[in-house]
Structure formats: C-alpha cells, structure tokens
C-alpha cells in the first residue's frame, strides 16, 4: 500500500541518536513504500526540516537535547496542517507518552517494534489512521481506570453503527479503509467519527481508540 498514485509516503525522523535514524531510514526504506525526506536530532531542527519538506508523517522521539519532542509536537499541533505526528518511545516514558496522547499525537509506537509493524503504522499514520502499539496500550489502560464509568456511560449512548465505526478505528483504520469496511462514503464515516469523539468526550482518534480498548468488554 502506497497513498493514491502509487506515491511512497515521506517521513520524517527525529532522533538524537544519529545511528538509531540510521537504522531506522534503512528499515522503513527498504520496499520503496516509505521515504525519509528529513532528519532532526532535536526539536527545533524537527520544526525547520518539517517546514521545508512538508511531509506526510513525522515519527518524533519524546527525548531530545534544546527543544524535545514534547514541545515539538505541541508546536507542530498549532500548524494549520501539520503532519501525522507519531512518537516513538521505550517502555520507561509512560509520563511523556501520557502528556503526548494529550497533546493530540496520532501514533505511538516503540524502539523496538518489527520493521513491517513500523512501515504498517507510517503508511496508516499518512493515511488518516491513529496507531497505537498494543504493547503502549496496555501499560496506558491502568491510567486511565478511573475513568472507565464514564467513558462505559458515553459508551452505552453511541448507535450500533458508531460502534462499528469506532471498533474499525480502535484497529488503526483510516476513514477511506472504514468506508471500504462498512460499505459506506468517505463523507458519511468522517461524519460518524466526528459524532463518536464529541459522545465520548475526547479530542482525537487515539483518544478514542483507548476508550474503546479500555471498555470492550463492557461492547
């Protein structure tokens, strides 16, 4: 999968590692589906490279010397149109991963993940998906219990459509890829997403993915 036109999506990274971006532009280069246009090892550089190259994603480490990621992401966030913004983390950042979440980041993947998880979530990330990697979810779930009656109450006031819609956008689906799902217009799931978050209460998909992981066996 390519974005229409067979185009690669284009990536940016943003490391301070300079042998971890390395690494990290050989593996998602390497079937011709993802392209880095850019690399950053700092915040700031991320906000300058990511101006010059407008890219499709952005894939951001939270830690990072000057400028970290954080107060990047919240920066890139107050663009009129930003990237996919994804962060890219290990198991001990749970507090940065939290703030991120808040802040409106779309994607959360680990260091360690396997390359066809990490070239999978780039192209979902360019084209409209929020990706979380399960192993994220299940250390940010405990965080979040002591909003399970609520949000299992906003839950209970959704339709059995807008259930369907937001199943298939807990999995990481674009808009285009629910439509194909369910057999409906692009138009009309942007409308059903639009209503799943304001009942739910929350900003964003990944929000929105996390409430639905944390109450599915209330479903």
């Known amino acids: 999968m390519r974005l229409p036109g067979g185009v ?12 971890l971006r390395r690494g990290l532009r050989t593996l998602l280069e390497a079937d011709g589906r993802v392209v880095v246009v850019g690399e950053a090892a700092d915040g700031a550089a991320l906000l300058d490279v990511v101006r010059r190259t407008r890219p499709d994603v952005a894939l951001v480490d939270v830690q990072m010397p000057g400028m970290d990621g954080l107060a990047a992401l919240k920066a890139l966030l107050a663009w009129s149109s930003p ?17 991120a ?3 409106g980041a ?19 990330l360019a084209a409209g998906g929020a990706v979380l990697d399960p192993r994220i979810t299940a250390r940010l779930l ?23 819609v937001l199943s298939l956008l807990a999995s990481g689906r674009s808009n285009q890829a629910i439509a194909t799902s369910l057999g409906l217009s692009e138009a009309t799931v ?3 997403v639009s209503t799943v978050l304001t009942k739910l209460g929350v900003e964003n998909r990944v929000q929105a993915a996390l409430v639905a992981h944390q109450v599915r066996d209330a479903w």
């Open 106 to 124: 779309q994607g959360f993947l680990l260091k360690d993940a396997e390359p066809e998880t990490l070239v999978r979530a780039m192209l979902d």
């Open 8 to 19: 690669p999506v284009r990536l940016v990274l943003a490391d301070d590692e300079p042998l």
């Open 142 to 164: 405990p965080k979040l219990r002591t909003r399970r009656l609520r949000e299992t109450q906003h839950l209970d006031g959704l339709s059995a459509r807008e259930r369907q």
């Open 83 to 99: 990237p996919a913004l994804a962060v890219l983390t290990t198991f001990d950042l749970d507090d940065y991963v939290a703030t």
């Open 101 to 103: 979440l808040e802040l």
């Open 190 to 192: 942007k409308s059903y």
